[in-house]
């Protein structure tokens, strides 16, 4: 049969080079090797070096910060706190973070140990000094998990608006302490922080926390870091020679009064 030699006589096309060209482009558009993940770094802050919390207001010659309000309960132990505190500073009156169970968010941030900043694809990661804690925010566009377990650093999503970093922190261990001050707080506790560059080597960072248990209505704080470019993070063992584990009553165990071996 002719047409069984010659297809294009019976309405078969053939391809032209023109044609032929423009597939074997799709094709190796399809198959190239994605995007790399790390371009995309290049356009956030810098925010290299080390940290040093410097400067949580009030300081000399600055107005305090409005006081929190609290519920009942918690009202208790701030003006304890604030009472014990104006007849010793210093001491650790209310924390269990002397004793080196580690700082929950958002207090693990205002330690006075340095912090460092990685910037990876999706994430953010914090290292923090203090105990060696690291917090992990996930920049990936997930919502925060329905369930996850509860931790000190509880769990943070966060993503950049503009040239501040937003994240959001729940499911933080209920025993650890939302502000100095206070104890415990419920499984409510969120915190919100603004991460941003108030100048080339000072970070602002705006805490606010919101915990109906606790507080009448959200609490916002500032603190500031100071940028040290060739500080180096170290390794902290709170357990190594720790002289600031609290006695029953609250305050510093440690005394020179000990005779060798007590």
């Known amino acids: 049969m002719v047409c069984a030699v010659a297809l294009s006589a019976c309405g078969a096309q053939s391809t032209s080079p023109a044609a032929l060209d423009s597939a074997a482009s799709s094709a190796a558009a399809a198959n190239a090797a994605p995007s790399n993940p790390y371009a995309a770094l290049a356009k956030l802050p810098d925010w290299n070096g080390v940290w040093d919390v410097t400067r949580v207001p009030p300081q000399p010659g600055e107005p305090p910060p409005a006081q929190p309000k609290l519920t009942p309960n918690y009202e ?8 014990l505190n104006k007849k010793q500073k210093g001491l650790n009156f209310v924390s269990e973070v002397a004793s080196c169970i580690p700082p929950g968010v958002p207090q693990s941030m205002t330690e006075p140990y340095p912090i460092e900043f990685l910037f990876t694809p999706g994430r953010v990661t914090i290292l923090i000094e203090t105990y060696s804690l690291t917090r992990r925010i996930y920049t990936d ?3 925060l998990p329905e369930n996850p377990d509860p931790s000190y650093q509880g769990t943070s999503v966060g993503h950049w608006e503009g040239d501040t970093l937003v994240v959001e922190t729940s499911d933080i261990l209920p025993e650890t302490s939302a502000l100095n ?36 209505e959200p609490y916002t704080t500032k603190a500031y870091y100071k940028r040290h470019r060739d500080w180096k993070i170290m390794e ?8 600031d ?7 510093a165990a440690f005394s020179l009064k000990h005779n060798p071996g007590e």
């Not at 208790?76 to 009472?83: I, R």
């Not at 709170?238 to 002289?243: F, P």
């Not at 584990?245 to 305050?251: E, I, Q, R, T, V």
């Open 245 to 251: 584990a609290l006695d029953a009553k609250g305050n």
């Open 181 to 216: 001050g206070i104890n415990g707080h419920s499984d409510k506790l969120h915190i919100t922080e603004r991460m941003h560059l108030a100048n080339p080597d000072t970070l602002e960072i705006s805490t606010t926390r919101t915990d109906p248990a606790v507080f009448l």
């Open 236 to 243: 902290y063992v709170c357990e190594q020679n720790n002289h």
């Open 76 to 83: 208790k132990q701030w003006d304890k706190y604030q009472a």
């Open 141 to 143: 566009g997930g919502p």
